[in-house]
């Protein structure tokens, strides 16, 4: 998987607890990205960043916050949880020119929320 | 970037070749058109892109219409291992690179 590790693989919460998942990178790519993935849907971005100390909004960021306090790491907050944010949860980094590259993912973290 | 339609799902035959269309009659004279692919419980791989021109490599083949409102992704002998998700996604790049994914062509190839 191209160097992305995400951390933890699987989780069960329930809701309105808290938790962090984090995407890390072995290279020295600008930028990360996390999606989630439903059942029978495709992915959808929640937020990415350009660089270190940079996230910007995606598709549906509502209820998740993200920090990119090193250029190696990304991470995805659910402050309070709830059970519409069960899901796959993807990493991915971008690799190449601006305008073409090639994203690489992770191997996903499968997030339950009771 | 622009809005892409696929059909939601295809069948093939092992060793027959697949056409997996796409349409982005929205597009943009500068959007490339990229095509991922996901496997059972993996997340999604790179398959080919292209900006005109047709484009070839080890996994498949990628035709652009004229008018860059469609394209073709081309699995030339398809093989089990094929049967995956297809994503055709269109990005306008420079520094706000980002990539957004419909629900994708579910490509199951028959023995």
């Known amino acids: 998987n191209a160097g992305v590790t995400q951390t933890p693989k699987f989780r069960v919460l329930k809701t309105g607890q808290s938790m962090t998942l984090l995407c890390a990178q072995d290279?020295?790519?600008?930028?990360m990205y996390w999606y989630r993935q439903d059942p029978g849907m495709g992915l959808r971005l929640i937020h990415y960043?350009?660089?270190?100390?940079?996230?910007a909004k995606g598709e549906v960021p509502d209820g998740y916050n993200v920090s990119r306090l090193k250029k190696q790491n990304f991470l995805l907050g659910l402050e309070s949880a709830a059970p519409s944010q069960t899901s796959v949860y993807f990493c991915?980094?971008?690799?190449?020119?601006?305008?073409?590259?090639?994203?690489?993912f992770g191997e996903g973290s499968r997030l339950t929320v009771l | 970037d622009a809005k892409t339609t696929q059909p939601n799902s295809m069948e093939s035959n092992e060793e027959e070749p697949v056409h997996l269309p796409c349409n982005h009659s929205?597009?943009?004279?500068?959007?490339?058109i990229h095509w991922y692919r996901q496997l059972p419980s993996q997340g999604p791989e790179y398959v080919i892109h292209?900006?005109?021109s047709n484009v070839n490599n080890r996994m498949a083949s990628l035709a652009i219409a004229e008018d860059r409102k469609s394209s073709t992704l081309i699995l030339h002998r398809a093989t089990l291992r094929d049967a995956a998700v297809y994503y055709c996604?269109?990005?306008?790049?420079?520094?706000?690179?980002?990539?957004?994914f419909g629900k994708g062509t579910l490509l199951t190839v028959n023995p």
């Open positions: 991915a980094i971008h690799s190449g020119g601006p305008y073409t590259g090639e994203l690489f």
């Open positions: 290279m020295n790519h600008e930028y």
């Open positions: 960043s350009v660089g270190e100390g940079t996230t």
């Open positions: 929205t597009i943009s004279g500068t959007d490339y």
């Open positions: 292209g900006l005109t």
């Open positions: 996604t269109t990005n306008s790049g420079g520094s706000n690179y980002k990539l957004t």
